[in-house]
């Protein structure tokens, strides 16, 4: 079953759109062939609370200083008086030191995220490009490809020029009152160390960050730092969480539209995961690399960024396969990797 869409038009780029009580919709650009990304304002006692920055781009910018002035000409005291992050991605986090220094407003972030922005920004601790790129060749990418993910490094600190040096931690099941509304911080994992959700059961309403979109499943990925994780195991466990929440709740993602049905949404994602798993398993009769298997799990051309997202899925499914007790991983004198069906 679809899920049901109750606004099918999102705001133009430097509007905004009301949603729910207290609840304003903002759309952003990325240079991406994922084109947008969905941000969030929340109307506090003493002004607004963003949640999510956007990429940063001049346009992004462009767009958040129309809003702020709006926001500060239309609502007595109308200043930013938090800054929510959900995870450390650069669609979300890119621009947060700059609203700090145009706003004056603290980061709130977990842990998680907060530290692994560091670590791939500064690329320390088997964290940036060239643990990756030694993943990936592990994994049987080729010369060519490669090539080109090592040309495209420091992609992470473009789309994040600066990360705030101090921030205030989040922690699994906070409340955070907004306004007149309280919200529970949700923590999932999977698809970035300890992603945080908001949702609140006055309204209804559940913030789910890339936790949960409505069409595309989210990317889960396997990390160089963290080679052998059962991420997919992680993510599914996460949003089975959701199901407990009512049928009803407005589910606001950071990509496509707002949209209602979340047990729908989960069991359409499990399934679709578990057909994924099903296929390569079969194909894994004979030894393959995560590599060769990009063809079966993405049949269409990917570009270097797309790449980059399709060799950590793809390990993710051969680790929860292997964890499962369906694939062996083999390793070769060189480190080479590959993973065969169990007999």
């Given at each position: 079953?679809?899920?049901?869409?109750?606004?099918?038009?999102?705001?133009?780029?430097?509007?905004?759109?009301?949603?729910?009580?207290?609840?304003?919709?903002?759309?952003?650009?990325?240079?991406?062939?994922?084109?947008?990304?969905?941000?969030?304002?929340?109307?506090?006692?003493?002004?607004?609370?963003?949640?999510?920055?956007?990429?940063?781009?001049?346009?992004?910018?462009?767009?958040?200083?129309?809003i702020l002035a709006r926001l500060a000409s239309t609502k007595p005291g109308g200043k930013v008086s938090r800054i929510i992050v959900t995870h450390f991605h650069p669609d979300h986090l890119g621009l947060a030191a700059w609203l700090q220094d145009l706003t004056g407003?603290?980061?709130?972030?977990?842990?998680?995220?907060?530290?692994?922005?560091?670590?791939?920004?500064?690329?320390?601790?088997?964290?940036?490009?060239?643990?990756?790129?030694?993943?990936?060749?592990?994994?049987?990418?080729?010369?060519?490809?490669?090539?080109?993910?090592?040309?495209?490094?420091?992609?992470?600190?473009?789309?994040?020029?600066?990360?705030?040096?101090?921030?205030?931690?989040?922690?699994?099941?906070?409340?955070?009152?907004?306004?007149?509304?309280?919200?529970?911080?949700?923590?999932?994992?999977?698809?970035?160390?300890?992603?945080?959700?908001?949702?609140?059961?006055?309204?209804?309403?559940?913030?789910?960050?890339?936790?949960?979109?409505?069409?595309?499943?989210?990317?889960?990925?396997?990390?160089?730092?963290?080679?052998?994780?059962?991420?997919?195991?992680?993510?599914?466990?996460?949003?089975?969480?959701?199901?407990?929440?009512?049928?009803?709740?407005?589910?606001?993602?950071?990509?496509?539209?707002?949209?209602?049905?979340?047990?729908?949404?989960?069991?359409?994602?499990?399934?679709?995961?578990?057909?994924?798993?099903?296929?390569?398993?079969?194909?894994?009769?004979?030894?393959?690399?995560?590599?060769?298997?990009?063809?079966?799990?993405?049949?269409?051309?990917?570009?270097?960024?797309?790449?980059?997202?399709?060799?950590?899925?793809?390990?993710?499914?051969?680790?929860?396969?292997?964890?499962?007790?369906?694939?062996?991983?083999?390793?070769?004198?060189?480190?080479?990797?590959?993973?065969?069906?169990?007999?």
């Amino acid at each position: 079953m679809l899920p049901d869409y109750p606004c099918a038009t999102p705001p133009a780029a430097g509007e905004t759109l009301q949603l729910a009580p207290g609840i304003h919709w903002l759309r952003m650009p990325l240079p991406f062939a994922l084109n947008h990304i969905n941000l969030w304002l929340l109307e506090d006692d003493d002004g607004w609370v963003i949640v999510d920055t956007g990429f940063a781009l001049d346009a992004v910018k462009d767009c958040w200083r129309q809003i702020l002035a709006r926001l500060a000409s239309t609502k007595p005291g109308g200043k930013v008086s938090r800054i929510i992050v959900t995870h450390f991605h650069p669609d979300h986090l890119g621009l947060a030191a700059w609203l700090q220094d145009l706003t004056g407003a603290p980061l709130l972030m977990t842990l998680g995220e907060y530290l692994t922005a560091h670590a791939v920004w500064h690329e320390v601790g088997g964290h940036g490009n060239q643990p990756m790129l030694r993943q990936f060749r592990a994994h049987g990418l080729d010369a060519e490809r490669c090539a080109a993910l090592e040309r495209r490094s420091s992609g992470y600190n473009r789309g994040v020029p600066r990360i705030p040096d101090h921030y205030q931690r989040l922690f699994a099941d906070d409340v955070l009152t907004i306004g007149k509304h309280r919200w529970q911080v949700r923590v999932g994992f999977g698809h970035s160390p300890e992603h945080a959700a908001l949702y609140s059961a006055d309204l209804g309403v559940l913030i789910s960050g890339d936790m949960l979109l409505p069409k595309i499943s989210t990317n889960i990925s396997v990390f160089a730092v963290t080679p052998t994780a059962d991420s997919l195991a992680d993510f599914l466990h996460s949003i089975d969480a959701y199901r407990e929440l009512p049928s009803e709740t407005l589910v606001l993602p950071s990509h496509g539209l707002p949209f209602h049905g979340i047990e729908n949404r989960v069991n359409a994602l499990h399934a679709h995961h578990e057909e994924r798993l099903l296929v390569l398993e079969e194909r894994c009769a004979t030894p393959r690399s995560a590599a060769e298997l990009l063809i079966t799990l993405f049949s269409r051309d990917l570009d270097t960024h797309q790449t980059m997202f399709a060799m950590g899925e793809a390990i993710a499914h051969l680790n929860r396969l292997e964890h499962a007790g369906r694939l062996l991983r083999l390793e070769d004198d060189e480190g080479r990797v590959r993973f065969v069906r169990k007999s």
